[in-house]
């Protein structure tokens, strides 16, 4: 009987369509009015401005004259982008409102904008595959408006896999264990909101020093988390991660994290490294592992069969999802 040999599952093969959801685009800190910038996110180029109104603009970068890059060396007009090539410019809306050199705008003179948001310090666009409007809207982090918090602490880093399997960590507590060098697989729970939407992870993490730490991790979806860490009454500290997905297989992450004033200085920069020296772990299996689409899992496993389940709705159902 002749056997068929499967084709070997690689990164390119294997990894997940890009998702739906809100994803940042740049720290709001990063774009003053006036200014512009090139983005590339989802495997596309991108030109992101701020007009002298303070709006931010996120747009397709190349000029649908003779497509010259909007982001580089782009002028921000009053409330428009003008084209360094030959001046044409672009209104927030993406139509063309001016040609230097001529009186008729042709009427396919328009560059796509992707809807975006603004919060939480960051620049968010909203992506759909079929690039339908948002369906649902920016959780808030009020600890960064709130005088009883440190002002926030920043880090970015590009890691090497998809926003799938960065989230899907959270979801895995054995991987603790091997990885990350605990002793024990941390007693972990995860749950659903009823309407489906949020993922809950709550766990007691020995922090070491007899400090039992109550962490609790809301995912709202693909790239984007909020962890809340609490050791004691007001001992607290929060961190936000979101995503810019830069391909299928890379993804930026931004870190936001700000503590209550009373732990300030037992926790913060320090804090902050631990995170980082954590994603260093990780890094040699995220950059080699494959995303298997349908992983045998064992009885144990059922966070992450839950994981899956919810992420489902993140994805059409021609890749694999459920989503609309
Ligand atoms: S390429 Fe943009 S104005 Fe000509
Ligand atoms: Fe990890």
């Given amino acids: 009987m002749n056997q068929i040999v499967e084709p070997c599952e690689s990164i390119i093969n294997t990894t997940p369509e890009f998702p739906m959801g809100w994803f940042s685009v740049a720290k709001s800190r990063d774009l003053q009015v006036g200014e512009v910038t090139r983005v590339f996110a989802f495997d596309r180029e991108l030109a ?6 303070g709006v931010a603009v996120i747009q397709d970068a190349f000029c649908p004259h003779l497509g010259a890059h909007l982001g580089v060396n782009g002028k921000v007009v009053g409330e428009s982008l003008q084209c360094p090539f030959h001046g044409w410019r672009f209104d927030a809306k993406g139509d063309c409102v001016e040609i230097p050199y001529c009186d008729a705008i042709p009427d396919r003179a328009k560059l796509r904008i992707w809807d975006s948001v603004e919060k939480n310090g960051e620049i968010y666009m909203w992506f759909h595959p079929q690039n339908t409007a948002p369906q649902f809207e920016l959780p808030d982090f009020p600890e960064l408006e709130d005088p009883n918090w440190t002002s926030p602490r920043y880090h970015e880093i590009k890691i090497p896999a998809s926003m799938q399997d960065i989230a899907e960590n959270t979801c895995d507590p054995v991987h603790f264990r091997y990885v990350h060098r605990q002793p024990d697989t941390p007693p ?3 749950t659903v909101d009823e309407d489906g939407r949020t993922l809950h992870l709550r766990a007691d993490v020995d922090v070491g020093g007899g400090v039992i730490s109550k962490l609790h ?21 929060v961190v936000y991660n979101s995503a810019q997905p830069i391909d299928r297989e890379t993804t930026l992450l931004r870190w936001t994290l700000t503590v209550r004033r009373e732990i300030e200085d037992l926790a913060g920069d320090n804090v902050m490294t631990g995170i980082i020296e954590g994603i260093q772990q990780d890094m040699p299996i995220w950059e080699n592992k494959v995303h298997k689409r349908k992983p045998i899992f064992c009885r144990e496993d059922q966070d ?3 994981f899956r389940k919810w992420a489902r709705q993140f994805y059409l159902p021609e890749a694999g999802g459920t989503g609309s």
Wanted: proline residues 3%.
């Fill in 48 to 53: 992101l401005y701020r007009t002298r109104n």
């Fill in 188 to 190: 972990s729970e995860v």
């Fill in 217 to 237: 991790s809301k995912v709202f979806q693909m790239g984007l988390a909020f962890v809340r860490n609490v050791y004691g009454p007001n001992a607290e500290m």
């Fill in 304 to 306: 992450l069969v839950l």
